[in-house]
């Protein structure tokens, strides 16, 4: 019975050679969006793409630990949001060079989730969730009472980055751009961590730790590691989300935004990464679409996660697994 | 983007020229109906509606189709919500939201793009003075106001010692602020409560112990509801004067009950202030959607009445934005409220009330006109607005 | 601040965490029993709360309402285990997670669209209508006691029940090896959906004994969740006395952070800062004191054994 709070068992590592099919189409479908975009309402399809993959950055960072590392994080909107508020509170002293402000975005998340790092990856399973949920509460408290900074209400930003003083995000379409190579690097940094000597042992240490420990590897620091490079990853998303929105605010990190990243990994398939991307996609492209059509849509869309629970294992992924394994079979 | 924008815009604008008054007119309605909070957006929505249902349908004789969105109460979906009403449906106007912080989320997105925002509830300090905005007009007060009529009134009966007490956020210390500035009197402590808290036992004792002349209050919604039920049953109701903003009104009675009868609040409205426009729009609220209408519902008619009133002005033409903006700060309009005008910064002048509840003939409850305690008042703000 | 004040607050933080414990102990249970994260704990507490509302409309008796709506709670949580939750118990925590966050999306709208989005109300019950003198000027309502008392009993029954009757034996061998307890010949499953609907049961009734006190509406159940989670978290998973004690230790805490930090906070600094930090604080404090606990120890205060 004692499960622990680990990503399914059933989802196994890609082999490396299939794993450019899916990714790939993923990305150029992603790098298309725009032309099509010019046909409708462009900047709002960018707009809602753009946020598309804004959070399939935090929710790759989440699938990571969670997926591979078996680290349940509750409280990874926090990371999204100290990298919002980075850039919420530089602009506010006009400094807007992203030079200066995604180094600073990276870096504040990374120095948040290395301290409270420190603490959670002492606990494991369910408690491992709740010192997480407990340290983004604090983080989304604490951000509540910047007064300077908009305290609860949140802060406008007036311009989106810069680089060398250029605008060059200004434009709703080079912005969709730098979005899309900033989840391609992610994606890519990502990969090659889980295919690494690294990557073994973090994956290695949410299987059997123990074995682990008797291998003689320090499975705390391993973990660490992780943790901080996925809570970077979570600032880099937060640096892009400010950007995209213009105005950051407490409710950035609050426990319901960390439950909707969890919920999108668990929708696209856990411990895939690209899986993650499908994941967020899906989920804002539903709520978007059941949102047009009905105020009642959660009527809907609550019954929907139950049912791909109760009949999509392994998520969206693991169904059309499941649908091409019947195709093969018949 | 800038530039983009202008060149859709003015391809829309001279299309809208072209088809003349044909055309729909399309106004975005921004509310948060999802989560505790979602009975105020309903009444922004159902006011907002119930105007275009009882002109015909029409604002300034053009044929109007509302859109309705719901922000969430989260700022990143308000910001996607409005970029959707803006370049998807491209809506003329947007009306919303119901809250601050969704009122500064989407400010930039909206009147970026030339689109003119009226906010039926939600007024914040910066967009009345610094910050104030030529595409921006407010139906309903700057958010201090109601807590100022509190502290004016207080000021006013003599009272020596008052409590206060507001959520741990930016619109509470803003309301303690606004109440402060009119009452000189002794503070006898000035509590902050988490947001969303449930029981007021330890409050409720600090009161009793302090035994002040009055409490003021802003809990607006649930903690309101919570916090009004225990104050009475605690058996504070008979020894402090309860005087609150946002806490006690048409939106929470239906929970309080007899609970917050005879408890004072600041308002610019009240269901029997009697004009007749006012007792019309409230009977057929009250037919159409089986609920007494709060201040967000009166606001956002109001809202409808004066688009109304300045596509008359301009016959129908929303594309000439500056004729647009001179026909709305006319406020060419017969407000439920009564007296009606726009100061520089497009924030009201109007009058404010000291609001009593009371239990009506049929059983229902609602807050009663009891006392005028501002006549044309405007904002402190407004001189900080570089708009003239 | 005076001794008399601290008395009374100190009350009060032990009667908000008889609260909490009345929330939580539902939860508790088929955590820890059953080994099922059930986030729709919440919603079915506000559940509990608008079925009492909707039959005291109907009959006009609180006592008559308070088991009716204990009785529709009760088959609406064997429909959903029945439905959902036994598919359920053999997955993952997370596919848990997931499946009962759509539940709790689903009832938040349900219950809007049924009852409308207005907070509704429960008057206190006409005989426990009076109060007693708890410090000049302060009446304390018998309700609260009567919820006390209550959250008492449920504590002792639940103590009784898991600890000494058969049934309970039974619960707590299936909670540490369910496969054995089966081949025994104990229909597992059954015993599960007694479980289970006696955790939805005590979430109704958590969420019709606290209706006359608090305000009634959508989403009242997700707050609470997270609090009740925080208890279960500190006093250790599974553990019925842990959950207990923690939710004596939470309500103590945040009343008195809530009532002192400012005058704390203003022995070592300013007032004006003091005022600003300290309800930030006093809204964090269960948190610090989670991530405290689980720091010392990672399994909490009173961790079941065979549990990491």
Same mark, same amino acid.
């Given at each position: ?6 990503? #399914? ?33 462009? #900047? ?28 349940? #994080? ?34 504040? #998340? ?64 080079s912005f969709y751009y730098f979005v899309l190579l900033a989840l391609l690097a992610a994606y890519l940094l990502f990969r090659a961590i889980v295919y690494s000597r690294f990557g073994r042992v973090f994956r290695g240490a949410r299987e059997n730790p123990t074995r682990m420990s008797t291998l003689g590897f320090d499975v705390f620091r391993f973990q660490r590691v992780g943790y901080v490079i996925a809570g970077a990853v979570g600032g880099l998303s937060g640096f892009l989300l400010a950007n995209a929105t213009q105005f950051v605010s407490p409710a950035f990190m609050s426990w319901q935004r960390s439950g909707e990243l969890i919920i999108m990994i668990l929708l696209g398939g856990l411990g895939t990464l690209h899986g993650a991307i499908i994941g967020a996609a899906a989920y804002l492209l539903i709520e978007e679409a059941l949102g047009g059509i009905t105020e009642q849509w959660k009527l809907i869309f609550g019954p929907l996660l139950v049912l791909i629970v109760l009949f999509a294992r392994g ?16 | ?20 008054? /044909?055309? %729909?007119?399309?106004? =975005? ?13 309903? /009444? *922004? ?7 275009? %249902? ?75 003075? %610094? ?13 201090? /106001?109601?807590?100022?009529?509190? =502290? ?5 009966? =003599? ?46 004792? %600090? ?28 058996? *504070? ?16 009675l239906p929970a309080q009950k007899e609970a917050a009868v005879g408890f004072f609040g600041g308002a610019n409205w009240a269901p029997n202030l009697d004009n007749p426009q006012n007792k019309k729009f409230v009977t057929d609220y009250e037919k159409e959607y089986n609920a007494v209408p709060a201040t967000y519902a009166f606001q956002a008619y109001d809202a409808a009445l004066l688009i109304d009133g300045a596509l008359k002005l301009t016959k129908g033409n929303t594309s000439d934005k500056d004729a647009l903006r001179a026909a709305l700060m006319k406020a060419n309009f017969t407000s439920l409220r009564g007296p009606f005008k726009f100061n520089t910064n497009h924030y009201p002048i109007q009058d404010f009330y000291q609001v009593k509840v009371a239990q009506r003939a049929d059983g229902k409850f609602e807050t009663q006109i009891d006392k005028k305690v501002f006549a044309g008042y405007s904002d402190p703000y407004a001189k900080d607005c570089p708009m003239k | 601040m005076s001794t008399g004040l ?34 729709? &704990? ?44 036994? &598919? ?6 997370? @596919?848990?997670?997931?499946?009962? !966050?759509?539940?709790?999306? !689903?009832? $938040? ?16 019950? @006409? ?35 898991? +600890? &000494? ?11 540490? $090896? ?38 009634? @509406?959508? +989403? ?89």
């Amino acid at each position: 019975m004692n499960r622990g709070l680990t990503a #399914s068992n059933t989802v196994s590592l890609p082999q490396d050679d299939r794993v450019g099919g899916l990714p790939a189409a993923i990305f150029l479908l992603l790098a298309l969006v725009p032309f099509a975009a010019g046909f409708g309402p462009e #900047s709002y399809v960018l707009g809602l793409f753009t946020r598309v993959m804004v959070f399939a950055i935090a929710a790759l960072a989440l699938d990571f630990i969670c997926g591979y590392g078996g680290l349940v #994080s509750f409280g990874h909107a926090a990371f999204v949001g100290i990298g919002a508020y980075a850039v919420g509170i530089l602009g506010a002293h006009g400094i807007t060079d992203m030079l200066v402000s995604l180094p600073s975005a990276l870096l504040a #998340s990374a120095i948040f989730a290395y301290l409270t790092g420190n603490v959670c990856l002492r606990t494991r399973s369910v408690y491992f969730i709740m010192i997480t949920l407990a340290f983004g509460q604090m983080a989304y408290f604490i951000a509540g009472s910047l007064a300077p900074y908009g305290g609860d209400d949140g802060l406008t930003i007036r311009l989106r980055s810069t680089l060398f003083g250029f605008a060059i995000l200004q434009n709703d379409r080079s912005f969709y751009y730098f979005v899309l190579l900033a989840l391609l690097a992610a994606y890519l940094l990502f990969r090659a961590i889980v295919y690494s000597r690294f990557g073994r042992v973090f994956r290695g240490a949410r299987e059997n730790p123990t074995r682990m420990s008797t291998l003689g590897f320090d499975v705390f620091r391993f973990q660490r590691v992780g943790y901080v490079i996925a809570g970077a990853v979570g600032g880099l998303s937060g640096f892009l989300l400010a950007n995209a929105t213009q105005f950051v605010s407490p409710a950035f990190m609050s426990w319901q935004r960390s439950g909707e990243l969890i919920i999108m990994i668990l929708l696209g398939g856990l411990g895939t990464l690209h899986g993650a991307i499908i994941g967020a996609a899906a989920y804002l492209l539903i709520e978007e679409a059941l949102g047009g059509i009905t105020e009642q849509w959660k009527l809907i869309f609550g019954p929907l996660l139950v049912l791909i629970v109760l009949f999509a294992r392994g998520g969206l992924l693991g169904l059309a697994d499941k649908i091409r394994g019947r195709l093969g079979r018949a | 983007m800038c530039k983009r924008l202008a060149l859709v815009g003015a391809i829309i604008g001279l299309s809208a020229t072209a088809a003349g008054a /044909q055309e %729909k007119l399309k106004i =975005g309605v921004i509310a948060t109906l999802s989560g505790p909070p979602a009975v105020l957006g309903q /009444q *922004l929505r159902n006011g907002f509606q119930l105007a275009v %249902k009882n002109l015909g349908g029409k604002l300034g004789d053009r044929d109007v189709e509302v859109v309705v969105e719901d922000d969430e109460l989260k700022p990143d979906v308000a910001v996607n919500k409005a970029k959707a009403l803006v370049d998807r449906t491209k809506v003329d106007f947007v009306v919303g939201p119901i809250f601050s912080n969704m009122l500064i989320a989407i400010m930039k997105p909206v009147t970026d793009a030339g689109v003119i925002l009226i906010s039926p509830n939600a007024g914040t300090s910066n967009f009345a003075g %610094k910050e104030c905005n030529p595409n921006f007009f407010v139906t309903s007060y700057q958010n201090d /106001q109601n807590h100022e009529v509190m =502290g004016k009134y207080a000021q006013d009966a =003599g009272m020596k010692k008052v409590f206060l007490m507001a959520p741990n956020y930016q619109a509470g210390k803003d309301a303690i602020a606004g109440f402060k500035r009119y009452f000189k009197g002794d503070i006898a402590d000035e509590v902050y409560v988490p947001l969303g808290q449930l029981d007021y036992s330890a409050e409720l004792t %600090k009161i009793a112990a302090a035994s002040p002349d009055a409490i003021f209050v802003f809990l607006p919604g649930g903690m309101g509801v919570n916090f009004v039920k225990q104050f009475r049953q605690a058996g *504070l109701a008979e020894k402090v004067k309860f005087l609150s903003a946002f806490t006690v009104d048409e939106s929470t009675l239906p929970a309080q009950k007899e609970a917050a009868v005879g408890f004072f609040g600041g308002a610019n409205w009240a269901p029997n202030l009697d004009n007749p426009q006012n007792k019309k729009f409230v009977t057929d609220y009250e037919k159409e959607y089986n609920a007494v209408p709060a201040t967000y519902a009166f606001q956002a008619y109001d809202a409808a009445l004066l688009i109304d009133g300045a596509l008359k002005l301009t016959k129908g033409n929303t594309s000439d934005k500056d004729a647009l903006r001179a026909a709305l700060m006319k406020a060419n309009f017969t407000s439920l409220r009564g007296p009606f005008k726009f100061n520089t910064n497009h924030y009201p002048i109007q009058d404010f009330y000291q609001v009593k509840v009371a239990q009506r003939a049929d059983g229902k409850f609602e807050t009663q006109i009891d006392k005028k305690v501002f006549a044309g008042y405007s904002d402190p703000y407004a001189k900080d607005c570089p708009m003239k | 601040m005076s001794t008399g004040l601290v008395v009374v607050q100190i009350l009060n933080g032990l009667q908000f965490g008889v609260l909490l414990f009345l929330i939580a102990a539902g939860l508790t249970l088929v955590f820890g029993v059953m080994d099922f994260i059930n986030l729709a &704990h919440g919603v079915q507490y506000m559940l509990g709360a608008y079925l009492a509302v909707a039959f005291y409309a109907l009959t006009g008796n609180f006592l008559v309402a308070l088991v009716l709506a204990l009785a529709a709670a009760l088959v609406f949580g064997l429909l959903l285990e029945f439905l959902i939750f036994r &598919h359920l118990y053999d997955r993952d925590h997370l @596919e848990q997670v997931i499946a009962t !966050f759509g539940i709790i999306i !689903f009832l $938040n709208q349900a219950v809007k669209t049924v009852w409308g989005a207005a907070p509704l109300t429960l008057p206190i019950p @006409e005989f426990f209508s009076g109060s007693i003198v708890l410090m000049p000027g302060l009446l304390y309502p018998v309700w609260r006691l009567v919820i006390i008392g209550s959250g008492l009993a449920i504590g002792l029954l639940l103590y009784i029940l898991v +600890g &000494h009757t058969r049934v309970g034996m039974l619960v707590r061998a299936g909670a540490t $090896n369910a496969r054995m307890v089966s081949a025994l010949g104990v229909d597992i499953h059954r015993l599960f959906m007694i479980v289970f609907g006696f955790g939805t049961m005590l979430a109704a009734f958590a969420g019709a004994m606290i209706a006359p006190i608090l305000s009634v @509406e959508p +989403g009242m159940g997700d707050s609470v969740l997270i609090l009740a989670f925080v208890v279960i978290v500190i006093g250790g998973i599974g553990s019925m006395r842990g959950a207990f004690l923690a939710a004596l230790l939470i309500g103590l805490v945040d009343t008195l952070g809530r009532s002192f930090a400012i005058d704390i906070l203003r022995l070592v600094m300013p007032p004006s800062p003091a005022r600003t930090v300290g309800p930030a604080i006093a809204s964090m404090l269960i948190y610090v004191l989670m991530a405290l606990v689980l720091y010392f120890r990672p399994s909490g205060l009173f961790p079941a054994r065979g549990r990491g």
